[in-house]
């Protein structure tokens, strides 16, 4: 965890209206530029997966890199500074054979630091964290999710979430015949994988260029739920404690493939943009952004508002594109509720989170645009708070220097 020649988003009568009706906080405060990780020393974004996560446990974002020789940390400092980084691990990396191979990082043992994660040919490996920085050697945890037993990034997706709220992430896939799952445990190992939804797979019909998915606690009980967006709509079953999940349903009927969403136009994405602590549905559409917000009722059952048009920016209409300008979100705040992020022509845009409405959106910092020659395929941008005090910070992994741009 999200610009075109656009003149048409921050030129005349639309400056000068969000000029005023803007962004009213202060300008982030430009903490490092420092040559790592970076395009002129070698790093691409096809081969070297870049990651902001904790893997100290010291409540700062760290950059993990996973590179040539292997996985390279930076930690992140209490000024958003970057320490240099370091060799945490030769494995994971290009040299042993992980080009083009998913990776990724999570909690899997529950003792507060983010593991090292890679699906490999035979199953899923696992480096897990220790207290001192340094990481166990590679094990294979699960005999499941690999290519060898068909799954690939093309068709089957795989994340890593807590789906049963013991605080210890797991593995989920979707496979061919719905949504597997393997439980991650304290002892550093996992259940087998087991079959725990019968949807959202191949067999069902939902396709990784058709229909996203994601894994995320809509409804704030602590277990991470499985969203579709799918072709009537956004189907959601819910995580439940015993590790299994309620019967998949439609719960928005909006942003799926009958309504004309498409992966190549239109970013989708789940998250609380209202403050309550429960997951909204967000899209960027046509108009621009489109939510529909949750409606809490007892006990924790989650219906949800008809989508609305809530910014008239960060759409197709408004020059933005989904090769050219990423959008996220993420609470740059700190208050708790999650903004809307995006990279555009000319810097950064944002429209902040709030109870009823989002913010009016305006230029948050004139870096990482495109016109500036941010360029998705080349420097990746990330959210995550790297200095800790609560707030996420933008990470860019520009040409030869990576820049950390902290959120006031």
Not at 92 to 116: K, M
Not at 274 to 286: L, M, T, Y
Not at 374 to 379: F, G, K, L, S
């Amino acid at each position: 965890m999200t610009c075109s020649p656009q003149s048409k988003l921050i030129t005349g009568a639309v400056a000068a209206a969000l000029a005023v009706a803007g962004l009213g906080v202060a300008t982030p405060a430009h903490a490092a530029a420092q040559p790592y990780f970076t395009y002129a020393q070698g790093w691409r974004v096809d081969q070297h997966v870049r990651e902001l996560a904790d893997v100290n446990g010291d409540g700062r974002a760290d950059v993990v890199g996973f590179g040539d020789p292997g996985t390279f940390v930076a930690h992140g400092r209490a000024d958003g500074t970057l320490a240099p980084p370091v060799l945490a691990i030769r494995d994971y990396g290009t040299g042993q054979g992980w080009a083009g191979v998913q990776r990724t990082t999570g909690d899997v043992n529950g003792d507060g630091r983010d593991d090292l994660i890679g699906f490999g040919s035979k199953g899923v490996q696992v480096s897990y964290a220790r207290a001192d920085g340094s990481f166990t050697p590679a094990a294979q945890v699960i005999d499941d999710f690999g290519w060898v037993q068909g799954w690939t990034a093309e068709r089957t997706p795989r994340h890593v979430a807590d789906v049963n709220g013991d605080g210890i992430e797991d593995v989920v896939g979707f496979g061919y015949g719905g949504v597997r799952v393997a439980y991650g445990r304290a002892n550093n190992s996992f259940t087998p994988a087991v079959l725990a939804i019968r949807d959202f797979g191949t067999a069902q019909g939902w396709r990784t260029d058709q229909h996203p998915r994601e894994v995320v606690d809509v409804n704030d009980d602590g277990a991470a739920d499985v969203v579709g967006f799918g072709a009537g709509g956004v189907w959601m079953s819910y995580g439940r404690a015993d590790g299994t999940f309620t019967a998949p349903a439609l719960e928005v009927r909006d942003f799926g493939v009958a309504q004309g969403w498409r992966v190549d136009r239109h970013p989708r994405a789940v998250g609380d943009v209202s403050g309550d602590g429960r997951a909204d549905v967000v899209g960027f559409g046509d108009r621009g952004v489109m939510v529909a917000r949750s409606i809490p009722t007892l006990p924790r059952n989650i219906n949800f508002y008809p989508s609305r048009l809530e910014a008239a920016d960060f759409g197709v209409a408004q020059g933005w594109r989904v090769d050219r300008h990423p959008r996220h979100l993420a609470d740059v705040t700190g208050d708790g509720i999650q903004d809307v992020v995006g990279f555009a022509n000319a810097g950064t845009w944002a429209a902040f989170g709030g109870e009823e409405n989002l913010q009016s959106p305006g230029q948050y910092n004139g870096e990482f645009g495109w016109d500036a020659g941010w360029t998705p395929e080349r420097y990746p941008r990330l959210l995550g708070d790297v200095n800790g005090d609560g707030h996420e910070d933008i990470v860019g992994f520009g040409h030869s220097l990576t820049s950390v741009r902290l959120s006031p």
